[in-house]
């Protein structure tokens, strides 16, 4: 029998009601307390708050706070002596709350994030590429022989395109066959979700994930974190006992990548003779252990470590503390350029956005990791985002895009928005130089 959605999440709520003992393990090894002013709580009273919250309490200001700033680290996860998830304790009382709301607000809700999230990428996607390499990000042929692998690149990262044509270059050279899937149309639910509009969540997340399971492969790799956790903690595991479970392994596209090491090390022949740091998040379980692995498998790179803090999954989780978030990107800037780096690399799409103009500022490039793996392997992908990015002007990038607009019939209007928004607006710390500062705001996504 098929479960729905809010009643797989009600079943898995009672299950978390019934083994969480409030010990307050979990609120003592997460990072967000302190930069929360939340302290000097006791982690049993916080727990206990947000247990009132799921059953449809109160709860305390305390409890709220806490769900409302957590960021996605996972440290959690292993420290709970009763095998609960508190990550998925603290999205159930996030979306109790929203909950408490009509479920036309909800729906409301949804729907403008949803919006939002596909203009951004929509325009900033056609933006960079042309309706020719865009198609190939929807190539799904399920009359096809079954592909071994799904490549999933969730939405936002189409916003930042050469991270997903590298992605499939490596794929490519490791004769890697694929699927590729993604984009609004593919989504996740996890906007829906958070909102609390159930129906439209598992509508969406279940029509996705059904869709993975009809390319016939046997692995889904998901590239977005968020993705990531939303369909690998949110939704798969409630349909353990479905009938229509998906028979395929999810699994995070850099572990993949790690996993193949051996046959990706003879692709690595050039030489990339650097000093690279990494921007790191824990987050999703041995993704920037598999990164540090494959960085340091190139021949001449010297991966370097940084000193940083390690919080979030990605940098747009940090959001509701941004002043921390931009303590954390400042103190990385610095511990970079003292340990004297010819390239910060990142991971994930969101961190990328919100770091690569700060290249105007240092002695070092801001760079995504696979860049490093394509410049080993003989191949490139320009970094139309950034390029455009560090022209910090509106009309400049306009006057440079005008072909691309107009082949994909884009509206000069939205494309003006959309660069002032989801382009520039996204810099949580102020650039250095006082003419192409542009404040502190950061859009989602």
């Known amino acids: 029998m098929n479960t729905n959605f809010a009643d797989a999440l009600q079943a ?67 420290a709970c002596p009763e095998s609960v998830n508190p990550r998925f304790m603290l999205a159930l009382t996030r979306v109790a709350i929203q909950r408490r ?3 036309a607000e909800q729906r409301a809700k949804g729907s403008a994030a949803f919006a939002n999230m596909g203009r951004g990428v929509r325009v900033l996607s056609r933006m960079q590429l042309p309706a020719e390499v865009l198609r190939g990000f929807r190539d799904v042929d399920y009359a096809a022989a079954p592909p071994d692998v799904v490549f999933y690149t969730g939405c936002n990262v189409l916003k930042t395109p050469h991270i997903v044509l590298l992605s499939l270059d490596i794929l ?54 968020t993705c990531t956790i939303q369909i690998g903690e949110n939704v798969l595991p409630g349909r353990s006992h479905d009938s229509a479970k998906p028979a395929y392994d999810y699994e995070a596209f850099v572990v993949y990548l790690a996993s193949q090491l051996d046959r990706l090390r003879p692709l690595l022949r050039n030489r990339v003779n650097k000093r690279v740091g990494l921007h790191e998040h ?42 921390f978030k931009r303590e954390m990107h400042r103190t990385l800037l610095e511990a970079a350029a003292a340990a004297k780096v010819d390239a910060l690399a990142g991971v994930y799409h969101a961190c990328h956005r919100e770091l690569c103009s700060h290249e105007i500022d240092w002695p070092f490039a801001v760079v995504n990791f696979l860049e490093l793996i394509g410049e080993s392997m003989g191949i490139t992908r320009e970094d139309q985002f950034k390029r455009l990015k560090k022209m910090q002007d509106t009309d400049a990038i306009l006057a440079e895009v005008t072909d691309l607009v107009a082949q994909h019939g884009l509206s000069l209007e939205e494309v003006r928005a959309v660069i002032e928004k989801d382009l520039l607006g996204e810099q949580p710390l102020a650039l250095k130089r006082s003419d192409v500062a542009r404040g502190t705001t950061s859009a989602p996504g």
């Open 12 to 78: 898995r709520t009672h299950d978390v009601l019934d083994h969480c003992t409030r010990c307050g393990r979990c609120f003592e090894v997460c990072p967000m307390p302190a930069p929360a002013g939340l302290s000097e709580h006791v982690g049993a009273d916080v727990v206990g708050g947000v247990l009132d919250i799921i059953r449809g309490g109160s709860g305390t200001p305390a409890a709220e706070r806490w769900a409302q700033v957590c960021s996605g680290s996972g440290h959690c996860i292993p």
């Open 101 to 103: 709301a009509t479920a």
């Open 282 to 323: 824990p987050g999703v379980t041995g993704v920037f252990e598999s990164a540090i692995r494959i960085l340091k498998a190139i021949p001449g790179l010297e991966y370097v470590e940084l000193e940083q803090t390690r919080a979030g999954y990605m940098c747009n989780t940090l959001q509701p503390l941004p002043a």
């Open 172 to 225: 490519d050279a490791l004769g890697v066959t694929y699927r590729v899937m993604g984009g609004p149309g593919d989504c996740c639910g996890v906007l829906q979700f958070r909102a609390g509009d159930f129906d439209a969540a598992g509508r969406i997340a279940y029509r996705t994930t059904d869709r993975f399971a009809a390319t016939g492969a046997a692995k889904v790799l998901a590239w977005c974190p």
